[in-house]
Protein backbone atom coordinates (compact mmCIF):
# COMPACT_ATOMS: atom_id res chain seq x y z
CA UNK A 1 0.00 0.00 0.00
CA UNK A 2 1.48 3.33 -0.89
CA UNK A 3 1.79 6.55 1.34
CA UNK A 4 -1.08 9.07 0.40
CA UNK A 5 0.15 12.76 0.57
CA UNK A 6 -2.11 15.29 -0.09
CA UNK A 7 -0.82 18.75 -1.58
CA UNK A 8 1.28 20.39 0.40
CA UNK A 9 -0.37 19.47 3.45
CA UNK A 10 2.57 17.23 4.52
CA UNK A 11 0.65 14.26 5.59
CA UNK A 12 1.45 11.14 5.60
CA UNK A 13 -2.05 8.99 6.13
CA UNK A 14 -0.78 5.73 6.13
CA UNK A 15 1.73 6.21 8.83
CA UNK A 16 -0.83 9.45 10.54
CA UNK A 17 2.00 11.82 10.94
CA UNK A 18 3.44 14.70 9.67
CA UNK A 19 6.32 14.71 6.96
CA UNK A 20 8.97 16.63 8.03
CA UNK A 21 11.52 16.58 5.31
CA UNK A 22 9.78 18.93 3.11
CA UNK A 23 12.36 21.66 2.94
CA UNK A 24 11.94 25.44 1.87
CA UNK A 25 14.34 28.36 -0.33
CA UNK A 26 14.89 31.59 1.80
CA UNK A 27 12.70 32.55 -0.85
CA UNK A 28 9.78 30.86 -0.16
CA UNK A 29 10.44 31.39 3.22
CA UNK A 30 10.18 35.72 2.88
CA UNK A 31 7.44 35.31 0.49
CA UNK A 32 5.18 33.45 3.30
CA UNK A 33 6.65 35.64 6.33
CA UNK A 34 5.61 38.55 4.40
CA UNK A 35 1.71 36.89 3.73
CA UNK A 36 1.79 36.45 6.85
CA UNK A 37 2.77 39.56 8.12
CA UNK A 38 -0.02 41.81 5.76
CA UNK A 39 -2.32 39.22 6.61
CA UNK A 40 -1.60 40.32 10.62
CA UNK A 41 -1.16 44.14 9.69
CA UNK A 42 -4.47 44.31 7.86
CA UNK A 43 -6.41 42.23 10.76
CA UNK A 44 -4.56 44.81 13.19
CA UNK A 45 -5.63 47.72 10.33
CA UNK A 46 -9.02 46.88 10.93
CA UNK A 47 -9.27 46.53 14.58
CA UNK A 48 -7.97 49.37 14.87
CA UNK A 49 -10.60 51.49 12.40
CA UNK A 50 -13.13 49.67 14.07
CA UNK A 51 -12.55 49.92 18.05
CA UNK A 52 -10.98 53.58 17.38
CA UNK A 53 -12.90 55.20 14.43
CA UNK A 54 -11.92 58.78 14.97
CA UNK A 55 -8.28 58.41 15.41
CA UNK A 56 -8.43 56.09 11.95
CA UNK A 57 -9.87 58.43 10.06
CA UNK A 58 -7.08 61.55 11.61
CA UNK A 59 -4.31 59.58 10.64
CA UNK A 60 -6.10 58.64 7.43
CA UNK A 61 -6.45 62.35 6.46
CA UNK A 62 -2.86 63.08 8.06
CA UNK A 63 -1.32 60.97 5.63
CA UNK A 64 -3.28 61.72 2.45
CA UNK A 65 -2.62 65.31 3.07
CA UNK A 66 0.92 64.91 3.51
CA UNK A 67 0.85 62.51 0.10
CA UNK A 68 -1.38 65.50 -1.94
CA UNK A 69 1.20 68.66 -0.38
CA UNK A 70 -2.33 70.42 1.22
CA UNK A 71 -2.37 71.69 4.43
CA UNK A 72 -2.93 70.07 7.46
CA UNK A 73 -3.75 71.86 10.68
CA UNK A 74 -6.85 70.18 12.20
CA UNK A 75 -6.68 68.47 16.10
CA UNK A 76 -8.61 65.76 16.70
CA UNK A 77 -10.95 67.75 18.78
CA UNK A 78 -11.70 70.02 15.66
CA UNK A 79 -13.39 66.35 13.93
CA UNK A 80 -15.95 66.34 16.97
CA UNK A 81 -17.36 62.60 17.42
CA UNK A 82 -18.41 60.58 14.39
CA UNK A 83 -22.41 60.74 13.70
CA UNK A 84 -24.75 58.00 14.04
CA UNK A 85 -26.19 59.23 10.31
CA UNK A 86 -25.03 60.84 7.57
CA UNK A 87 -25.84 64.42 7.09
CA UNK A 88 -26.31 64.61 3.37
CA UNK A 89 -28.17 61.24 2.42
CA UNK A 90 -29.45 60.04 5.87
CA UNK A 91 -28.09 56.41 5.96
CA UNK A 92 -26.38 54.89 9.31
CA UNK A 93 -22.60 55.46 9.71
CA UNK A 94 -21.31 52.45 10.93
CA UNK A 95 -17.42 51.38 11.19
CA UNK A 96 -18.41 48.12 11.09
CA UNK A 97 -20.67 47.86 8.29
CA UNK A 98 -20.26 48.20 4.48
CA UNK A 99 -17.99 50.37 2.65
CA UNK A 100 -20.60 53.15 1.90
CA UNK A 101 -21.52 53.38 5.58
CA UNK A 102 -18.47 54.01 7.01
CA UNK A 103 -17.47 57.05 7.97
CA UNK A 104 -15.42 59.55 6.11
CA UNK A 105 -13.57 62.74 6.61
CA UNK A 106 -14.88 65.29 3.79
CA UNK A 107 -12.99 68.82 3.00
CA UNK A 108 -16.08 71.43 2.57
CA UNK A 109 -13.65 73.17 -0.36
CA UNK A 110 -11.78 70.24 -1.97
CA UNK A 111 -9.16 73.49 -3.08
CA UNK A 112 -8.14 73.98 0.51
CA UNK A 113 -6.50 71.70 2.85
CA UNK A 114 -7.49 69.96 6.05
CA UNK A 115 -7.88 73.11 7.69
CA UNK A 116 -10.52 73.97 11.27
CA UNK A 117 -13.84 74.93 9.59
CA UNK A 118 -13.05 72.84 6.14
CA UNK A 119 -14.21 69.32 7.31
CA UNK A 120 -16.59 67.25 8.65
CA UNK A 121 -17.17 63.55 9.02
CA UNK A 122 -19.78 61.85 6.15
CA UNK A 123 -20.37 58.28 4.94
CA UNK A 124 -18.03 57.37 2.33
CA UNK A 125 -20.43 57.26 0.04
CA UNK A 126 -21.59 60.37 0.02
CA UNK A 127 -17.79 61.40 0.40
CA UNK A 128 -17.36 59.49 -3.29
CA UNK A 129 -20.60 60.91 -4.97
CA UNK A 130 -19.25 64.73 -3.91
CA UNK A 131 -15.73 63.45 -5.08
CA UNK A 132 -15.33 66.70 -7.51
CA UNK A 133 -18.59 67.30 -8.10
CA UNK A 134 -19.84 71.41 -7.97
CA UNK A 135 -23.06 71.99 -6.71
CA UNK A 136 -23.83 73.13 -10.23
CA UNK A 137 -22.74 69.26 -11.58
CA UNK A 138 -25.05 67.70 -8.71
CA UNK A 139 -28.32 70.19 -9.68
CA UNK A 140 -27.50 69.01 -13.30
CA UNK A 141 -27.20 65.51 -12.71
CA UNK A 142 -29.95 65.52 -10.76
CA UNK A 143 -32.44 67.43 -13.19
CA UNK A 144 -31.65 64.70 -15.83
CA UNK A 145 -31.71 61.80 -13.81
CA UNK A 146 -35.35 63.50 -12.44
CA UNK A 147 -36.40 63.74 -16.01
CA UNK A 148 -35.52 60.34 -17.24
CA UNK A 149 -37.40 58.75 -14.82
CA UNK A 150 -40.60 60.76 -15.46
Given at each position: MATEIIGNLGIDYRKGRCRTHKRFSDA??????????????????DLYRKEHPLKYLYALAKRKAKDRGKEFSILLEDLGNVPSVCPLLKIAIDSYG????????????????????????????????????????????????KKKLE
Open positions: EKTARSRLNNKDRLKLGQNLDGRPSIDRIDSSKGYIPGNVWIISWKANRLKNNATIQDLKLLYENL
